[in-house]
């Protein structure tokens, strides 16, 4: 049988929720999270000043989008090999709901990504003047001349699902970079070293796309912490359900294409390298994500039951 397109999450789990690796996920987690706040509110409350007001144009919005693509991808370089490098509740919940990390592992998660934000944003403030603070702080909010907010967040819910898509293609499917390998490694087969490249980009471009209109959150965090430091709430609620939607439905649909059977798309990577070379070869190895963590094994090593 292939493998459950769903399943309840686990409460816990027994080998990998131990504490010193919960307690290095959230810490993780916590730092990774400030560091990319302080820097994409940072980049806004910069792009703001050269202006002199609180309009954004055409190159302070590129200066923002960078800030946050480039924020991301080197932070997930860092935190990735510790805590999976979520530093967003939306990507957190994706795992917790397709059964990739456990509850308890998704609640310190969350915790830890929230007080994150919320230190970013104030280590933000304790540099800033006060006509700098009053530039907003880089607070999200729906610029209604240009959209309504139902369609804010519509767009919310659909940058989320693009960005969550990629995740899963690029960090947590188990053949991420086996049709065309980008690690520059010997291994033909072997996992692609550029998925935190590929996030980060992710986020760039639909930064580019969004900021005029939403500010492009995808991720509560983000946009929890400058509320709690600046009381910027208005419309709070799309930054939490939108991103949450978009997350739940790209995270399911991601699920199906490329975690759904693994041994299937082993056995056609297996027949598509035969053909290749013009011989046999042996079933190459399939990488599954666990809590954030990645494990080779061969079609041999997948239960039956899974088979």
């Excluded at 302070?60 to 979520?86: C, N, Q």
């Excluded at 986020?203 to 709690?228: D, E, K, Y």
Aim: with cysteine.
């Amino acid at each position: 049988m292939p493998h459950a397109i769903i399943s309840l999450p686990k409460f816990q789990d027994e080998e990998e929720d131990v504490i010193p690796a919960l307690w290095r996920g959230g810490a993780s987690e916590f730092f990774a999270t400030m560091i990319f706040v302080f820097i994409g509110t940072g980049a806004v409350t910069a792009a703001q000043a050269s202006l002199g007001n609180t309009q954004i144009q055409v190159p302070p919005l590129t200066l923002i989008a960078i800030a946050h693509g480039f924020a991301i991808m080197v932070l997930v370089y860092a935190v990735g090999e510790v805590s999976g490098g979520h530093i967003n509740p939306a990507v957190t919940w994706a795992c917790l709901i397709t059964n990739k990390i456990s509850f308890i592992r998704a609640l310190i998660y969350v915790i830890a990504q929230l007080g994150g934000a919320v230190a970013g944003s104030a280590l933000l403030r304790s540099i800033l003047s006060d006509d700098l603070i009053n530039l907003g702080m880089g607070c999200h909010h729906i610029d209604t001349s240009k959209i309504t907010i139902a369609q804010g967040f519509g767009a919310e819910v659909i940058f989320t699902f693009i960005f969550i898509f990629i995740v899963f293609a690029t960090a947590i499917s188990p053949f991420a970079g086996k049709m065309a390998p980008l690690s520059g490694g010997e291994s033909e087969y072997g996992p692609g070293k550029l998925t935190p490249f590929a996030v980060g980009m992710t986020i760039l471009i639909l930064h580019c796309v969004g900021i005029p209109f939403t500010g492009a959150s995808m991720n509560p965090a983000r946009t929890f912490g400058p509320a709690i430091v600046h009381s910027c709430w208005d419309n709070h609620w799309v930054y939490w359900i939108g991103p949450l939607a978009g997350s739940t439905v790209a995270a399911f649909t991601a699920q199906i294409i490329f975690l759904s059977n693994p041994v299937a798309i082993a056995a056609m990577f297996r027949a598509q390298r035969t053909n290749q070379e013009g011989g046999s070869s042996q079933a190459p190895e399939v990488t599954e994500s666990t809590n954030g963590q990645s494990v080779n094994l061969k079609e041999d090593d997948i239960p039956l039951e899974d088979q």
